[in-house]
């Protein structure tokens, strides 16, 4: 039996109310319904440039990451390309759905059992949310940096003395202006784009996200027919960070944010790109499908209230396919 349209009317009344407030604390947004990503809060740098308490150092500094997010994800690929595998440690931690935060492993030794308190053991004024990755001094227990674009710089210059492939080079002088450019481009609506779609509090700024994230979609598309790398013909950056959405997308972004336009996979040149990266040497052991997918569909609630994980896509075999991209 259907219940009476008052009924139905409250229903979606209080849903939608408690929804706003959910996303509200989730995920801030401007008057227009625009997600607005909170600003990292933690900037020291390590070495050239940095804060003189920050050395260079083998088995100095750790990672703290989650598995599913892909601001963390970028620190582990460049720790992978370099080879730095045995110089920085990581913490991986767990999402907790209840609390909306990150719970800390009970084998680690920094002291807490969450994020949050780790923040706050650092900065006992800290207030916002903890996010990951943390780069932090295992000497001190101190937060080094919380802003991904950041720490994957400090992993790609300042510990070559350590590194297994010191000669590989992700932010090359003579490619820098190039690579920036991608960056920016890439960042604005394509690694926020995604999240500014799944975010969007209103019809208007879901389109212009998606709009603006499938047109940089398609221009890269066309611009990888014609070189094997955004960059031309080396691994920059540019590509690790566009690789840890792409490697997402697919599996979470086109159907739980609704960036449901095109699927990577679908690309003539996107697709092979993407498994080209894929298939790096030590890549495949920094990405985790399952917990993924598990982490997305079972942590942001107000995106999925019923905490059902779809069973596909199935991209194992798919991402290891030829590339034919030499």
Request: glycine fraction near 8%; include cysteine.
């Amino acid at each position: 039996m259907i219940p009476p349209k008052p009924i139905i009317a409250l229903g979606k009344f209080i849903w939608s109310t408690q929804w706003q407030i959910m996303m509200g604390s989730l995920a801030p947004t401007d008057q227009a319904g625009n997600y607005q990503r909170p600003r990292s809060q933690f900037r020291h740098g390590i070495g050239d440039g940095g804060d003189h308490n920050y050395c260079p150092d083998r088995d100095r500094y750790g990672l703290i990451v989650g598995m599913g997010c892909p601001w963390a994800h970028r620190t582990l690929v460049v720790r992978a390309l370099k080879g730095l595998e045995e110089v920085i440690s990581v913490t991986i931690a767990q999402p907790d759905p209840e609390g909306g935060s990150w719970l800390l492993p009970a084998d680690h030794n920094l002291g807490v059992n969450s994020l949050p308190a780790f923040y706050r053991h650092h900065d006992p004024t800290f207030k916002g949310r903890a996010t990951v990755p943390v780069l932090y001094d295992r000497q001190t227990h101190t937060i080094v940096n919380n802003e991904s674009s950041d720490i994957i710089m400090m992993l790609n210059a300042q510990f070559n003395d350590w590194a297994n492939r010191p000669d590989v080079d992700l932010y090359p002088e003579a490619l820098r202006g190039e690579i920036d450019q991608w960056n920016d481009r890439i960042y604005r609506t394509v690694n926020n784009g995604v999240y500014r779609c799944g975010f969007a509090q209103s019809q208007t700024a879901y389109d212009q996200a998606c709009n603006e994230l499938f047109d940089t979609l398609d221009h890269i598309n066309m611009v990888l027919a014609e070189r094997r790398y955004l960059g031309g013909d080396r691994l920059t950056l540019a590509d690790v960070r566009l690789f840890t959405t792409l490697i997402r997308f697919d599996l979470v972004y086109y159907g739980l944010f609704k960036c449901n336009r095109r699927a990577i996979a679908s690309y003539p040149h996107l697709g092979p790109y993407l498994r080209d990266l894929y298939q790096q040497d030590g890549i495949p052991q920094t990405c985790d499908l399952a917990t993924i997918k598990r982490d997305y569909y079972g942590s942001l609630f107000p995106l999925n209230p019923g905490g059902i994980i779809p069973q596909g896509p199935d991209l194992e075999a798919w991402l290891m396919l030829p590339h034919d991209r030499h």
